[in-house]
């Protein structure tokens, strides 16, 4: 039998950090404190470096895992048959809960508040499995390569996005999840 095996793991643990007032720009991530209440709006000295997705149409995405997983593997079986896997895992993405300020002064509007230190809380972790399979045959010079992919094979939902503004009527609705288990068929023909 023929086989390869190709495997990965990788971890991160990058971070910003907010150790002056000097850091950043709007005030309004300073601690701020209702008279005779606990703080309600905290700005964290270091939280994990999280740049937001854009343009994919799905918003509140911050691209962050300190662990990532990948293996896949080929094996040709009896008859010429080749069967493929791919394995993905990763930490989920963070879920930074925010709340939408009252109007500021001198104009500047509303903005979106962390509740908590970004990367606190997470997406549920990601764990994905693909097959593939495949046969070619032979007929002079041309190749037909008939083949059945499977994409995610167990069918997982893993939940990728949802309205992060807890002040929201719709805080939490779900906007993006795992798409579902998809099998395609296809034939490839080489010359």
């Known amino acids: 039998m023929r086989w390869s095996l190709n495997g990965s793991f990788a971890y991160n643990d990058a971070v910003d950090v907010w150790d002056s007032p000097n850091a950043y720009e709007d005030p309004t991530c300073t601690a701020s404190t209702v008279a005779g209440a606990n703080p309600v709006i905290a700005c964290p000295g270091e939280m994990v470096y999280a740049p937001e997705s854009a343009g994919s149409g799905i918003g509140n995405v911050f691209q962050n895992s300190k662990w990532l997983v990948k293996m896949n593997g080929r094996i040709q079986l009896p008859w010429s048959f080749n069967l493929a896997a791919n394995y993905l895992g990763r930490q989920g993405f963070p879920f930074p809960q925010t709340v939408q300020s009252p109007a500021r002064a001198n104009g ?71 798409p579902p288990r998809i099998a395609r068929f296809g034939v490839a023909v080489r010359w």
């Open 108 to 178: 500047a509007g509303q903005i979106h508040v962390h509740i908590d230190t970004l990367g606190e809380n997470r997406y549920d972790n990601l764990h994905t499995v693909d097959m593939r399979l495949d046969r070619t045959f032979h007929f002079g010079s041309v190749s037909v390569v008939p083949a059945v992919d499977l994409f995610n094979l167990t069918n997982t939902n893993t939940v990728q996005a949802m309205n992060n503004n807890q002040s929201a009527a719709n805080a939490k609705q779900v906007s993006g999840i795992l």
